[in-house]
């Protein structure tokens, strides 16, 4: 069976999945297994092909969801609302372009947040230097070893 454990510091969480390290208690979703860093790269990329869906999808997110979003998403995300505020602002569509000026403000804040900045423009070659970044992280944590962290027992 798969322990559960903090995916900061990696101490096995209690019943209420709550690190007695950190002092911090997860939700499902958050907690890692066994050790093993969460992974950033992920499962599936947002498609912003289909505008309209994109837009769905970025409206259905409230700010404590994409807090929880993996950098790399929210880089999609945040190319994808800067698309839908500009056709709203052509479409002289007032309350829709005000949505989307705060989504942008949002995902922008939270990038700044984490990166201390966020990209003026997205393009597929900015995209794809992040995703190779982020996997060539992922692959020399792995080839280290240090994809899992290990358990520190301290006596006294």
């Not at 005000?98 to 804040?109: D, L, P, S």
């Amino acid at each position: 069976m798969e322990n559960a454990t903090c995916k900061y510091c990696g101490t096995d969480l209690d019943q209420h999945l709550t690190c007695s390290y950190c002092s911090i208690t997860f939700s499902p979703e958050e907690v890692c297994f066994n050790q093993e860093r969460p992974h950033q790269m992920v499962d599936s990329i947002p498609i912003i092909d289909d505008f309209e869906t994109m837009i769905f999808e970025l409206m259905s997110r409230p700010t404590e969801t994409l807090l929880k979003e993996k950098t790399i998403t929210l880089y999609y995300l945040l190319r994808a609302a800067r698309k839908a505020k500009d056709k709203y602002f052509r479409a002289k569509d007032q309350e829709r372009l005000t949505f989307f000026q705060k989504k942008v403000y949002t995902i922008e804040n939270i990038l700044l947040e984490r990166e201390g900045t966020f990209p003026l423009s997205i393009s597929d070659n900015l995209l794809k230097k992040k995703s190779i970044q982020v996997n060539k992280f992922e692959q020399s944590l792995a080839e280290n070893n240090r994809d899992k962290m290990t358990r520190l027992i301290i006596r006294m």
